[in-house]
Every structure is written in C-alpha cells, then in structure tokens.
C-alpha cells in the first residue's frame, strides 16, 4: 500500500492519530480526505490537484482558519494514494470514513475513480464537494452527496461546433457541411464528452466521417490519423486525459496531419506547447479556467492574482500557467470552508445542505449547484495556442 503522511500543515502527526475520528472538534480541527492519485497514469494531474487542496488549507489557515458558531477549526488533509486504480480508491476511501472517522471528502482525479468511490460516500452519507471528476453521468444517479465545481464532461469540446458552424457562415458554407473527425478514449470521462459533441452536431446538421473510440490509457491513434489523411475533415476532435493528447499531439506532428480546425482536451495538463511546439501551433484547447479571466473574490482576489500567488508558493510553477486542475481543487476546499460557516455546525447532514445552497463567485468561477449536484454557474472557455504563447490567450467564452 502507498500511502501519503502528509498533512497540510507543516507538522506531520505520529500514525497513531490516523485511527482516531479527526472530522470533529479534536483538537480544533476539522479533517478532510482524499485518496487521490499520486502515482500511476493520473499522477501528473493528481499532484496538480493536491497542491491545488494544499494551497486553500494553508491560505484558509493562515487566514485564521473557519467560524463553525462560536468556535474556529484549522483544516488538515489526510492523503492515500489510489495509484490511479479504481478497486485502490475505493477500499481508500472505506479507509478514511470507517476507519479513520473522515466526514468530508475531497475527490481523486479523474472521473472513473469519482465514478467508483461516489457509492461509498453515498452509502455513509458523507458529503464529497469534487473538482476532477467531470462525467456528466456522475449527475444522473441521484446522488445527494456529490457535488462538483467544475464545468461537466457534455460542455468540454461541444464549444468547438458552435465555433466551427460560426466560422462557416462567416465563410459563406453551411454549418451542415462541416466533416467531423472524433476519436475518443473508450473511458467514461471521453464518452460523455462526445455525448455533448454529438448533440451539438445534430443541432447544425453536421454528419462525423470518422466515430472512433480508442482504447484506454491513449498511446497510439495512428490509425485514426492514417483515415483523417485520406478522407480531409475539416474539424478533428479528440479526447483522452493528459496521455491521449500528448499522443495526439506528437502523431499529428510526425504524420503532418494537416485540418484546419483540431480541438483536444487536456492540451495543458499535457503540456503540448513545451513538448510539441510546433504541431501544437493552432490547437484549441478547452479549459476550465484561465488566470487570464475576469473572475475575482474577495480572499484569492482575481484569477491573475491566485495565479501569482499560488507560483510563489509553488515556485515549480513559475514558468508555466497553473493548472486548472489546480485552481478547481482550491475552489472545492473553499465551497466546503463557505458551507461550514453557513451550516454553523459540523453536523454533516447540515453540512451537505449548506452546500447544496452554495452560490458563490470566486477567482475560479461561479459555483452554484443544481438538484444533481453539477455547477451551473460556470461556463467551459477555449483557447487556441498560437506560437509559443502556450494557452495563454483566451479565444472565446462560449454560451
């Protein structure tokens, strides 16, 4: 078993503390857990994620900490790491709730390990506010315990239609002339995010001349590339986590793949300019946030100030933007810090309706949920990479 000793504040406790039930008012803390990915084919973003949780808690800390009534709590993490394997996250996340007495939960990355360890916090009733778990068919289950903070999986490139049909008209051409190439991981995150596509294909009229589904953990879609060559789409569309777009990215450039619009998900979390800059050159990209945006509040202060704050604190950062991984997992810690005060109670069914009530702006965004627990408050944004600018220039905030 790997598992991670570290909490969010500069002292480790001795292992005998992780037996006792920290998600109350022991020791003036309230616990938090995550069994998250900090090794295996998700660690890349799962890093990104728990530093994003670190972050909140020593800010929120620092700051004073949070006002349950009359009494103020730190906040404390308990880590495992879920190596990147479902079946792992879930006797993980048994662990931190049956054994370790954790009331409130912070997700993995991504949305098969959301997918598996949803039934065990519904089951205990305990309240999971999540930031990388995006599939859309994690709302439809009737969980009442699940929330998310960002944007769902359906709105991740279904943006890209809408921007190929604008540029059509513009060009004098129906929108239903528009060849789609899509080739989607076979995992439930890519599904969902071609679910959306299609939808707004149908909405234009648009028919796809390539529907491939690749297989999991992305690392060849040289045949797809083979039948974009020879059939010219005019829009290619791929999904398939951080893995999946370096691998697109890197055969798009080795077989001089040449369409005149492609959009990839996770093209930041790949880091696609710094390793394939000149395939990269031109894709659109979506993304949950950007420090470039206008949003703001009154702690982090704007999306550029977080950005600034959060290299100085992870200096690792400092030539790079901050991952939105990493901002979304601030947001999640703080919509549970919002929903403590408001529920003036560590009482965890009142701490779930707090946040079922939340509405909140912040530097990442709106955070309002809906009755299935998704945000509806915060649109997806696309950016295109233009020569070495990386994905710092913001192309369009659709819808």
């Known amino acids: 078993m790997s598992f991670i000793g570290k909490f969010t504040t500069a002292t480790a406790l001795g292992a005998a503390m992780l037996a006792m039930p920290l998600t109350t008012a022991a020791e ?29 808690v020593d800010k929120i800390n620092a700051a004073g900490g949070v006002k349950v009534g009359d009494k103020t709590y730190k906040i404390k993490v308990i880590y495992y790491d879920d190596e990147s394997t479902p079946a792992r996250g879930v006797q993980l996340a048994e662990r931190l709730i049956a054994q370790d007495g954790v009331h409130y939960i912070l997700d993995p990355y991504s949305s098969g390990l959301t997918k598996a360890i949803a039934p065990v916090t519904e089951k ?8 990388e778990g995006a599939s859309r068919s994690l709302f439809n289950k009737g969980y009442k315990y699940l929330f998310v903070v960002l944007s769902t999986s359906e709105q991740y490139l279904a943006s890209s239609i809408d921007l190929a049909a604008g540029v059509a008209e513009k060009e004098g051409k129906k929108p239903s002339d528009i060849k789609v190439a899509m080739a989607f991981e076979n995992d439930p995150f890519s599904l969902d995010v071609r679910a959306g596509v299609v939808a707004d294909m149908e909405k234009y009229g648009m028919q796809a001349v390539i529907d491939d589904k690749l297989p999991r953990d992305l690392s060849d879609m040289s045949a797809t590339l083979t039948k974009i060559k020879a059939l010219n789409p005019d829009l290619l569309l791929v999904s398939g986590h951080s893995k999946g777009a370096a691998t ?38 979506p993304t949950q946030w950007a420090e470039t945006l206008s949003y703001k509040d009154d702690f982090f202060g704007s999306a550029a100030e977080y950005d600034a704050e959060f290299k100085a604190a992870y200096p690792e950062y400092a030539d790079k933007s901050v991952p939105y991984q990493t901002a979304q997992a601030t947001a999640a810690v703080w919509v549970f810090k919002d929903a403590f005060e408001r529920a003036g109670t560590l009482d965890k069914e009142a701490v779930r309706d707090a946040i079922a009530a939340t509405d909140l702006v912040t530097f990442y965004g709106g955070i309002k949920f809906a009755e299935e627990g998704n945000n509806v408050a915060k649109p997806m944004v696309l950016r295109q990479i233009q020569g070495t600018k990386s994905l710092r220039d913001r192309l369009r905030v659709p819808r």
Request: aromatic share 8%; net charge neutral; with cysteine.
């Open 28 to 56: 003036d803390f309230i616990t938090l857990g995550s069994a998250i990915s900090l090794t295996g084919k998700y660690s890349t973003n799962g890093l990104h994620a728990q530093k994003g949780y670190d972050f909140a």
């Open 124 to 131: 205990y009733q305990i309240p999971m506010v999540e930031a």
């Open 248 to 285: 697109a990215a890197r055969q798009i450039g080795a077989m001089g793949i040449k369409v005149p619009m492609i959009a990839i998900t996770h093209c930041e979390a790949a880091d696609v300019t710094g390793k394939f800059p000149n395939a990269a050159n031109g894709l659109l990209c």
